[in-house]
């Protein structure tokens, strides 16, 4: 895996030639990374470090993405919005192999957004790939959505968060509203496809039972039905 460390003033420059006169702040450093994905290698800018823990791939992006080809079927020609983007790295990825329509999503946070649009850019995704901003928990900024299917990986690492998360999954299932091309039926969930909409997620980071537990028990609270798929993935869907 070959690295690459820099600073985003080396890939942006200096705002000014005489810099000699201005407040100059820490630079923020980045590694560059390629990473093997099925079927492709991806080009990686990760954050050395961020304060929101958006700064590595994980596990869980890897093993997902690895099963998401296995069951391609089942995405394939659906609305994708995915939670935690991180990097971009899975969605950059779904998206050259899949060609889905697929949106990035993270804390509202411009860097974020940012990086991830150099990440598409650097793995020829022009223009990048569409980004909402939003922090679990928080009014979403999209009063009806779209997205037929919400994904994630490895995003259980914060108890204190599963609230936040089952509130932000909830308005993303209860408030969907179809696009006027979908149809909604066309799915046999006995034949393996997933009902729309619907949240497929995978981890790989090691939690305890107990907490894994209770985000499972907050989204049978909140009225949602969980699933068990296999390989640590679940779907998580609205109950009939």
């Known amino acids: 895996m070959e690295t690459a460390l820099f600073s985003a003033?080396?890939?942006?420059?200096?705002?000014?030639?005489?810099?000699?006169?201005?407040?100059?702040?820490?630079?923020?450093?980045?590694?560059?990374?390629?990473?093997?994905?099925?079927?492709?290698?991806?080009?990686?800018?990760?954050?050395?470090?961020?304060?929101?823990?958006?700064?590595?791939?994980w596990p869980g992006t890897f093993a997902f993405a690895e099963w998401l080809v296995q069951h391609r079927s089942w995405v394939e020609g659906r609305c994708v919005l995915e939670l935690g983007s991180g990097t971009g790295a899975l969605a950059i990825f779904l998206r050259r192999l899949l060609q889905l329509d697929i949106t990035t999503s993270d804390y509202d946070d411009q860097e974020i957004k940012d990086n991830i649009a150099y990440n598409c850019k650097i793995n020829r995704i022009i223009p990048p790939l569409p980004h909402v901003k939003h922090t679990w928990g928080d009014a979403f900024p999209i009063a009806s959505p779209n997205w037929d299917l919400v994904i994630a990986s490895d995003i259980l690492l914060y108890v204190k968060q599963y609230p936040n998360l089952i509130k932000t999954l909830t308005f993303l299932l209860t408030t969907y509203q179809p696009a006027g091309n979908v149809n909604t039926s066309s799915h046999n969930e006995q034949d393996g496809g997933l009902p729309y909409p619907a949240f497929l997620m995978s981890w790989r980071r090691r939690i305890g039972k107990d907490d894994e537990s209770l985000f499972f028990k907050g989204c049978e609270d909140a009225g949602l039905l969980v699933r068990h798929l296999g390989s640590r993935v679940y779907c998580i869907s609205l109950r009939d």
């Not at 000014?16 to 290698?41: A, K, L």
């Open 9 to 57: 003033s080396s890939l942006f420059g200096n705002a000014s030639d005489d810099s000699s006169d201005e407040e100059t702040n820490p630079q923020e450093n980045f590694v560059e990374r390629t990473h093997q994905f099925p079927g492709m290698e991806l080009l990686v800018r990760e954050f050395s470090f961020h304060q929101l823990n958006a700064n590595l791939l």
